[in-house]
């Protein structure tokens, strides 16, 4: 069983960097798309970033590209998501999330494993 938590949301200033963080556990091989995803209440989830972790294969939304980083640490088992030059419209909840996957093709959708979530808000 698959587990991650996500640290490293916060309140901060538009222009201010922050660096999320999601501690993963209990997988076993690497074939695995790994994501991170924002949803404010409301609002239809949106994926951010992902990677394909045998290859390192990533996505980006076009909302954060070239502003938002995502990284693997494999020694440490963990995701990271750099998030850059922050803007008022990035505050949401993040989500760290993960799925079994023989491709990287299969990285946009039908994630099962998922974090609590970290807030992010980011004030003018």
């Known amino acids: 069983q698959v587990q991650l938590v996500e640290s490293g949301g916060g309140s901060v200033q538009a222009g201010d960097s922050l660096r999320l963080s999601c501690a993963a556990s209990?997988?076993?091989?690497?074939?695995?798309?790994m994501g991170w995803f924002r949803q404010a209440p409301g609002k239809k989830r949106e994926r951010v970033a992902s990677?394909?972790?045998?290859?390192?294969?990533?996505y980006y939304a076009d909302s954060v590209k070239g502003r938002f980083t995502i990284a693997q640490d494999n020694a440490e088992n963990t995701l990271f998501l750099q998030m850059n030059t922050l803007k008022p419209e990035d505050t949401d909840m993040y989500y760290c999330?993960?799925?079994?996957?023989?491709?990287?093709?299969?990285?946009?959708?039908?994630?099962?494993?998922w974090g609590k979530g970290t807030q992010v808000t980011v004030s003018s």
């Open positions: 999330a993960a799925r079994v996957s023989s491709s990287p093709d299969r990285c946009a959708y039908d994630y099962n494993y």
């Open positions: 990677i394909y972790l045998h290859g390192g294969s990533t």
């Open positions: 209990g997988y076993t091989h690497n074939k695995y798309c």
